[in-house]
Every structure is written in C-alpha cells, then in structure tokens.
C-alpha cells in the first residue's frame, strides 16, 4: 500500500499534493471507502462524530470524505465478519484509497484483524491508505500507553506496518497532553524511531521511502533517549 498518515486530514494545499501524487491521478477520478471504525472505541468519540466524518461535516479547513471523490462509501469493520469475504473484499479491492478515521487505535487494530482486512492489506499495491490520527497510528508497532482507551489486555501495540510510532495533534490548542515537552517524553519510552506531527503535517510511505509533507511543525525521535531532530 501507499500511505498518507496524518494528523488531522487533508488540511493544506501540500499534502493534498501529496496524496494525488499517491494516487497517480486526480482525487474526482478516484473512488474512496470511509473506515469510521475507531470512533467507536474512544470514549471522546459520538455517532454525532461518526456522521460528521462519513458525511464530510468536519468544519474548518480539514477534509476527508468531502474532497470532491468520484464515489464515497462506507466499510465498517465491525460488520464485515458477519457478511462474508465474498461480499466486501470486492469493495475494497476496488477502492483507490481508504480513508481511515482516528479514535482509538488498538480497537481499530483488533478490528481490522477480526474482520480480515489486515491481512488483505500486503496485497493492495495500489491502493492508498489515508489515516486521521488513530487512523495512521494504527499502523505502527505501538502508540504508548498514553494513548490507550481501549483496554482488554492492557496492550498499546497495533499493527507494525511501519517502523516508527506516531505522536497527533502536536501543541493542539486546548489540548493539554499534546505538547511537544509531553512528545519528548512519550518518545523516550516508545523505544524506537518516532515522529511527533501538528494537524498541518503528514508522513508519505511509499514502499520503503518516508517523507514529510508540512505546513506546520513536526519532531523526529530517533529511539536514543538524547537524540531528535526537529523542523
């Protein structure tokens, strides 16, 4: 897969280069597929927020399922047990990109592998993975206990598609814990390479280069307790 793993969606003219260059053509000629799964997990998150994001209602500058795609639906993983691989495999299949919401990360990764969708994922070469916050993080090897709402073993690791963890919503105003001092000392247990973004940045995976696509700010933890580089 191609990944565009953000913070806050697609909120400037940069990254929404970055995800048509992704996606090899324009975003009208692209169909999508919403994955709304993680808010179900998270305690700050509402089936308000969950219409909001499938309708494309986010408000402000931020966009996702409102980008002007030339077909939107929506894979709720939690159902996809229940219906069988024949039916909804096709779907996904024929998706450009996933537009993969955030909420809580390591429900979403229990739900993509109950609902087999993580297993697919090694065989969608071309499809483009768009992640929002838990969205993106869900494909790390884990995000730190401070980011764990969803508790069945205690665990905060999820799926490991990439090398590096993700610290969101880096000095979101209002939001207390995501300080870039809280970054640091969150990267200091992660114990491995990790990036810290603002809602204005993203991270492109495209086979094995990684990139970062910003308006705004941005720190790379490097895994040694004393070492990070930050633009």
Wanted: charged content about 25%; aromatic content about 10%.
């Amino acid at each position: 897969m191609k990944l565009l793993l953000t913070s806050g969606g697609i909120t400037n003219d940069s990254i929404r280069a970055a995800l048509v260059e992704l996606l090899g053509k324009p975003v009208e000629e692209s169909r999508a597929l919403v994955v709304p799964t993680a808010q179900w997990g998270h305690p700050m998150c509402t089936p308000e927020s969950v219409w909001r994001t499938v309708a494309g209602r986010w408000g402000g500058d931020a966009h996702f399922a409102d980008l002007g795609w030339k077909s939107v639906g929506v894979l709720e993983l939690t159902a996809l047990p229940t219906i069988g691989e024949e039916r909804w495999m096709p779907w996904v299949r024929e998706a450009d990109v996933l537009l993969v919401d955030g909420g809580e990360a390591v429900y979403l990764a229990h739900w993509m592998r109950e609902s087999g969708l993580a297993e697919l994922l090694s065989s969608l070469r071309d499809t483009v993975w768009v992640g929002v916050s838990g969205g993106s993080m869900v494909l790390t090897p884990r995000i730190g206990p401070e980011f764990v709402e969803w508790r069945p073993d205690g665990t905060d690791e999820t799926l490991g598609l990439v090398d590096f963890s993700i610290f969101p919503h880096l000095d979101y105003p209002g939001w207390s814990f995501n300080t870039s001092e809280n970054a640091r000392r969150w990267s200091a247990k992660i114990a491995g390479p990790a990036y810290a973004i603002d809602d204005q940045t993203a991270l492109v995976v495209d086979g094995t280069d990684v990139r970062v696509v910003s308006e705004g700010r941005w720190e790379f933890f490097d895994g040694d307790p004393g070492g990070s580089s930050r633009a």
